[in-house]
């Protein structure tokens, strides 16, 4: 577990903006739908295990179709990590729960000679706990077990520093450049490409 670098104000994790437009209907009535008076952990343990389980990466499926914005990938069900990091995002926003993001540098298929990506995960301020955990949404497969955890992370990937691999301990309040960058340039149907030779390799 990883000690998150937070400079930014909690207000900044509770912003809706162009990639986590929590604002957008369909998400404030999913956040309803939602909510069954469960506690604040109960309530983020559920938003987050719907967006890992039913919304699918785009990977899995073979999606050609590049979501950026947390309604697209509400809308049309699937988005890689990154873009399903801005739906988890603007979920817990819109339930009134601080979110950002935070990355990692892995290995593309588990391979350094396959070159590396940046990897997506979600921070989530708990108030009953009085701190920030870790959450992977990527949706799980054979091989990849990713839960809600509040000691010990349990996340997608773990991180091999003999493949020079990297959690960074930035949390961001905002998706940073190279992450929406990527998205954006890949809107003409080229997700497959993108997932294979666009990702960022690095931070």
């Known amino acids: 577990m990883i000690k998150l670098k937070t400079t930014e104000p909690m207000d900044a994790f509770l912003q809706s903006d162009r990639y986590v437009d929590f604002d957008n209907a369909a998400i404030q009535e999913l956040v309803r739908e939602l909510q069954s008076g ?12 719907f967006v890992r389980d ?16 947390a309604s697209e990938v509400l809308q049309n069900g699937h988005g890689i990590c990154y873009a399903k ?33 940046v990897h997506a995960l979600n921070t989530v301020y708990l ?3 009085q701190k920030w955990i870790r959450l992977d949404a990527r949706g799980n497969k054979p091989g990849v077990d990713a839960r ?9 990937f773990p991180v091999r520093k003999i493949y ?32 294979l030779h666009g990702l960022p390799a690095a931070l």
């Open 38 to 49: 469960q506690s604040e952990t109960e309530l983020v343990r559920d938003i987050y295990e």
């Open 54 to 69: 039913r919304i699918a990466h785009s990977w899995d499926i073979q999606a050609t179709d590049v979501q950026a914005t």
């Open 85 to 117: 990091s801005h739906l988890l995002a603007a979920l817990l926003r819109a339930a009134g729960i601080p979110s950002g993001f935070c990355y990692q540098r892995l290995t593309l298929f588990d391979k350094p000679e396959d070159g590396h990506c």
């Open 127 to 129: 108030s009953e706990h």
């Open 148 to 156: 809600f955890s509040l000691d010990e992370e349990k996340l997608a």
């Open 164 to 195: 020079d691999e990297v959690d960074y301990e930035t949390n961001f309040a905002v998706p940073p450049a190279p992450i929406t960058d990527t998205l954006e340039s890949f809107r003409d149907g080229n997700g497959l490409e993108m997932y």
